[in-house]
Antibody
Framework: QVQLQESGPGLVKPSETLSLTCTVS????????WSWIRQPAGKGLEWIGR???????FYNPSLRNRVTMSVDTSKNQFSLTLTSVTAADTAVYYC????????????WGQGTLVTVSS | QSALTQPASVSGSPGQSITISCTGT?????????VSWYQQHPGKAPKLLIY???KRPSGVSNRFSGSKSGNTASLTISGLQAEDEAEYYC????????????FGGGTKLTVL
């Protein structure tokens, strides 16, 4: 059974960089695509992007200029970096698996709250 | 990427059936059968209910079913139960810009 766990700072200052890592167990990070999704309090889900161990990435156009995703096969982890954050980036961030390179998400992390505030 | 359109809320009584719609365009819902549905209880991560329009993952009740007509996908929940009260989100592959995915805005289901 695959499990995902997000980790990273819960508080980031405005204009700084948000960095999160997702540790995967029960599956190889090289097996498929892996995604980041976020959810501001009381609002809906927003897909941020997905990455593959080859370096292939796809990003939400609205965040493309600030987002970088990567995969670390040695640690079975993938990561998210979001630059120049503002209060609008405050959200629960989820990592998730896209099985077989699909567009759907069958396994999710529990989510981690990131607050942007000085 | 514009979000898919879902009703803000729906309600039903125990035992009844309800349907949640998800309207997109020919570039997403209407053009592909890559629609998925998720259930989210407060404070929890979303749970996959339906993928590839009408397929259920192992362990998901057959009370949940998916379908599509034109640019609108639908999730039907039959035999409503109290534990079905949750937020529901649709999701679709989109062929616009980055070949990514787009979510609906979510629908709050209230079991009366």
């Amino acid at each position: 059974q695959v499990q995902l766990q997000e980790s990273g700072p819960g508080l980031v200052k405005p204009s700084e960089t948000l960095s999160l890592t997702c540790t995967v167990s029960g599956d190889s990070i090289s097996s498929t695509y892996w995604s980041w999704i976020r959810q501001p309090a009381g609002k809906g889900l927003e897909w941020i992007g997905r990455s593959y161990f080859t370096g292939s990435t796809f990003y939400n156009p609205s965040l493309r200029n600030r987002v970088t995703m990567s995969v670390d096969t040695s640690k079975n982890q993938f990561s998210l970096t979001l630059t120049s954050v503002t209060a609008a980036d405050t959200a629960v961030y989820y990592c998730a698996r896209n099985p077989h390179g699909s567009s759907w998400f069958d396994s999710w992390g529990q989510g981690t709250l990131v607050t942007v505030s000085s | 990427q514009s979000a898919l359109t879902q009703p803000a809320s729906v309600s039903g009584s125990p035992g009844q059936s309800i349907t949640i719609s998800c309207t997109g365009t020919s570039s997403d819902v209407g053009g592909y059968n890559y629609v998925s549905w998720y259930q989210q209880h407060p404070g929890k991560a979303p749970k996959l209910l339906i993928y590839d329009l009408n397929k259920r993952p192992s362990g998901v009740s057959n009370r949940f079913s998916g379908s599509k007509s034109g640019n609108t996908a639908s999730l039907t929940i039959s035999g409503l139960q109290a534990e079905d009260e949750a937020e529901y989100y649709c999701n679709s592959y989109t062929s616009t810009s980055t070949l990514g995915v787009v979510f609906g805005g979510g629908t709050k289901l209230t079991v009366l």
